[in-house]
């Protein structure tokens, strides 16, 4: 197992005035340093909004520096429930997209900040339409 960049986020839905997260979400990502083909990493996330909506995500990015700053676009399929207490099967496969920006503070410790969406794209009317704008701590491992 190569290395790999832990990131621990929080954040709040800020496209809606209520509805699942707009209280707040934890996200942990989990980054690759070995790329799977070419430029490519795998990136993998999941995330628990306060007012008890989750998600769980394998998909892939891309490195870019600019300095000391790291840019990772990504993208990847979605496991999605709005309400954790009941299975929903309609909202169940989404999207997830984003961009993370980390700066070093450390050695192996940077901070981090992004904004992801998850949708279905318009597949069916059961989209998650999630916003989240996020910040936290990274480190390497």
Do not use: C
């Not at 700053?69 to 997209?97: A, N």
């Amino acid at each position: 197992m190569g290395r790999y960049d832990i990131s621990l986020t929080t954040g709040a839905n800020r496209k809606a005035k209520s509805g699942p997260g707009q209280k707040g979400w934890l996200t942990l990502t989990a980054k690759s340093h070995d790329p799977i083909f070419g430029n490519i990493i795998p990136v993998y996330a999941m995330g628990i909004s306060v007012d008890g909506a989750a998600f769980a995500t394998a998909g892939i990015g891309k490195r870019f520096h600019a300095g000391e700053l790291e840019i990772v676009p990504f993208w990847g399929p979605t496991l999605y429930q709005s309400d954790l207490s009941s299975f929903e099967e309609k909202d169940l496969i989404q999207f997830r997209t984003g961009l993370d920006i980390s700066y070093p503070i450390g050695d192996a410790t940077y901070i981090v900040g992004g904004f992801y969406h998850i949708s279905n794209a318009k597949i069916t009317s059961h989209s998650a339409g999630i916003d989240v704008f996020h910040f936290g701590f990274q480190m390497v491992f």
